[in-house]
Nanobody, 125 residues
Framework: QVQLVESGGGLVQAGASLRLSCEASARTLSSYAMGWFRQAPGKEREFVAAISRSGRSTYYADSVKGRFTISRDNVKKTVYLQMNSLKPEDTAVYYC??????????????????WGQGTQVTVSS
């Protein structure tokens, strides 16, 4: 069992930056591929970014490519999502997820076994 706890969300103006953190209770975080997803009010959950177990491979949704950066520190058991040039359409609850089966990454939520409780990001125009 892995517990994931997100933090770092908040209310910011368009153009600002935020860094989300996802701290894992896993014994060894390098055993898990990790992802970030988000869900806006009235919309389905969507993929944001993912990172392989080693951290050498990353994958982004087109909507955030060039603005967001996913990274991980397996020693600190933490995954990060650096979000720059935020837009109002980035407003959502952001969820961290961990997969035991993936070696690299996936934009589908199916392979992810564990999910955090989410952190709210609100971007005002």
């Amino acid at each position: 069992q892995v517990q994931l706890v997100e933090s770092g969300g908040g209310l910011v103006q368009a153009g600002a930056s935020l860094r989300l953190s996802c701290e894992a209770s896993a014994r060894t975080l390098s055993s898990y591929a990790m992802g970030w997803f988000r869900q806006a009010p009235g919309k389905e959950r969507e993929f944001v970014a993912a990172i392989s177990r080693s951290g050498r491979s990353t994958y982004y949704a087109d909507s955030v490519k060039g603005r967001f950066t996913i990274s991980r520190d397996n020693v600190k058991k933490t995954v990060y999502l650096q979000m720059n040039s935020l837009k109002p359409e980035d407003t959502a609850v952001y969820y961290c997820a961990a997969s035991t089966s993936l070696l690299f990454y996936s934009a589908s939520s199916d392979p992810y076994d564990y999910w955090g409780q989410g952190t709210q990001v609100t971007v005002s125009s």
